[in-house]
């Protein structure tokens, strides 16, 4: 680099040679060589963003044609329930439907409470030993231990801990000395899920309120068998039959002491635990079951006739196992749950009072309507922003960044085509003249569900047409739809919005040309920086040798004059 003492002094010998020489010469050669490059950069980066914009464009357009290509909206569904019996879930799918629903009986699980106890550690096991209990619900049971001295506490949790399909608790009622009471609820609703428990091996519990009253007699003399022959008396409980012997003869007195000693016994011997007595005021022999569940008394050929004798409702019964009833259009129908996913497919309904309501399954026509007309907005905003990036104006010689791109310039035919060039096979069934059914083939294109195109390439969409056609036939506008908007997907995917799209492609050549402008820009300016530092140092040199001159030719002017003057 030049003496910075010396070019801060240039053009003071010559008086020409000076920086706004050099400027000068400098800014000519920047306007010549440098500012044609950019020109191109700043067209490069005009044609980047223009890009850019049209791609983000182009991706908008691209989710409103994922809404539309896979079918879901065509598929929502909403439930309209009159009524409020029911409650209706309906999946997307489901055919659009009505019917109507009569609600007479909800479904119930079962619930029983037993008597009353003073404590929850009130011992219920007061048999000396362990002993195996079976408790479950709909014909299924399931045994569990209960140990010696067990209290009250201790069975709900041997209950709960056995996962029975029955869940026990202990309220406290608040009312007299003995307030605690088991409760024990089936987990499942209707009418099979009935509580089965046969605790006849330990305390009675009460859950079965239920006693048991036989034909009068007139004292405990009386005989219970009059049929010269030997009979059977037996007590079904929940499946399991325990029975005895009844000798012909046997007096009302007999018969409660062999009750009462454990003479019922089943096949292996086990004995129902019965509490028997005769009733000396209504004549009547009395006795409990220590079970819930299915019981069923046979005294055939005995003059005992509990089962006609006895009132069958039991107190501690709060809530009945009972199915839901309800009729559907009309037809009475059963179910053991209030929530019915079986009647029809991909439809719940959850009872939930009797009475009556009406459902109605719709499509969401409203929210494919919004969908296609937002596709509509955006697919010619984008077609507009196409127009401006590749328009020619002869007159004012206009042009745009993108005019004569084939990357651009095929884009409108490609998306019109995949529009309008789609068509559907329609059969229809007829009749001629005579009656005659036959069959004729029809088209269904996109004119069909309200899209149109104008000459400029813009697309308009009727609304009230496309409502006609997909109430007319809406499985076919469905795939009519499925099949125009999956081709606009791939040429969507394949020419803008794809990492290896055509557009994704040109806008990283396009960067890179940048950087090779950019480059070229600054190899350019350095090689002037260069350029023109040498010409300064060559000017300084100039102007030195220029200025010794002047100094030299002063000084051979003054001796010439100091000669001129000696001579005068």
Do not use: C, W
Not at 131 to 155: P, Q
Not at 238 to 247: E, I, K, L, Q, R
Not at 305 to 329: G, H, I, M, P, W
Not at 356 to 379: C, G, L, P, Q, R
């Amino acid at each position: 680099m030049a003496d910075i003492g010396t070019l801060s002094s240039l053009g003071i010998g010559s008086g020409v040679l000076n920086y706004d020489i050099i400027d000068k010469l400098k800014n000519a050669d920047k306007d010549a060589m440098v500012k044609p490059l950019e020109n191109k950069l700043d067209l490069l980066k005009k044609r980047e963003s223009a890009l850019s914009q049209f791609i983000t464009i182009g991706s908008t357009v691209k989710t409103d044609i994922l809404d539309l290509a896979d079918g879901t909206l065509f598929a929502k569904v909403t439930a309209n329930v009159s009524g409020g019996s029911i409650n209706v879930e309906a999946e997307d799918g489901v055919e659009p439907q009505s019917f109507n629903i009569n609600v007479t009986q909800l479904a119930e699980n079962d619930v029983f409470q037993s008597n009353g106890f003073a404590s929850t550690d009130s011992i219920v096991n007061n048999s000396g030993g362990d002993v195996t209990l079976a408790i479950g619900t709909g014909g299924i049971e399931t045994t569990f231990t209960l140990k010696a001295g067990a209290t009250l506490n201790d069975l709900k949790e041997a209950i709960n801990n056995a996962d029975t399909g029955v869940t026990a608790s202990i309220i406290d009622t608040g009312v007299g000395s003995n307030p605690y009471k088991l409760v024990l609820k089936a987990d499942e609703t209707g009418e099979d899920n009935y509580i089965q428990f046969n605790y006849s091996e330990i305390d009675d519990l009460g859950f079965n309120a239920t006693n048991y009253s036989s034909a009068v007699y007139s004292s405990e003399s009386d005989s219970v068998n009059n049929s010269g022959s030997d009979q059977t008396f037996k007590i079904t409980v929940n499946g399991t039959d325990y029975s005895m012997t009844v000798a012909d003869g046997t007096t009302v007195s007999d018969f409660i002491d062999a009750l009462n000693s454990g003479n019922l016994k089943d096949g292996d011997g086990n004995s129902l635990k019965i509490n028997a007595s005769y009733n000396n005021d209504t004549g009547a022999i009395n006795f409990d079951v220590q079970a819930i569940g299915n019981i069923v008394i046979s005294d055939e050929n005995l003059t005992t006739n509990f089962n006609d004798n006895t009132d069958f409702n039991n107190s501690n019964r709060l809530q009945k196992a009972e199915d839901a009833v309800f009729t559907y259009n009309g037809v009475e129908i059963h179910r053991p749950s209030n929530k019915i996913e079986d009647l029809i497919k991909g439809v719940t309904v959850n009872l939930k009072t009797t009475g009556e309501s009406s459902v109605s399954i719709t499509s969401n026509v409203d929210d494919m309507v919004e969908a296609i007309k937002k596709f509509v907005a955006d697919y010619n905003a984008m077609i507009s922003n196409l127009q401006s990036l590749t328009a020619y104006d002869k007159e004012s010689g206009n042009v745009g960044l993108f005019q004569g791109d084939s990357d651009f310039t095929m884009l409108g035919a490609k998306f019109s085509n995949d529009l309008f060039s789609v068509v559907m096979s329609n059969k229809k069934t007829s009749r001629d003249l005579n009656g005659n059914e036959y069959t004729m083939n029809t088209i269904f294109t996109a004119a069909d569900v309200g899209f149109s195109m104008d000459k400029t390439g813009m697309i308009s969409f009727d609304e009230e047409k496309f409502r006609s056609a997909y109430k007319k036939d809406a499985d076919l506008t469905n795939r009519l739809f499925g099949n125009m908007f999956t081709r606009l997907k791939v040429d969507f995917e394949s020419n803008i919005t794809g990492d290896n799209s055509n557009l994704n492609l040109l806008d990283q050549e396009i960067k890179k040309e940048e950087d090779r402008y950019k480059d070229r820009i600054d190899a350019m300016n350095k090689y002037l920086e260069t350029k023109y530092e040498i010409m300064a140092k060559q000017f300084a040199a100039y102007d030195e040798m220029i200025n010794k001159l002047n100094a030299q030719s002063q000084t051979i002017t003054m001796a010439i004059e100091q000669a001129i003057n000696a001579k005068k």
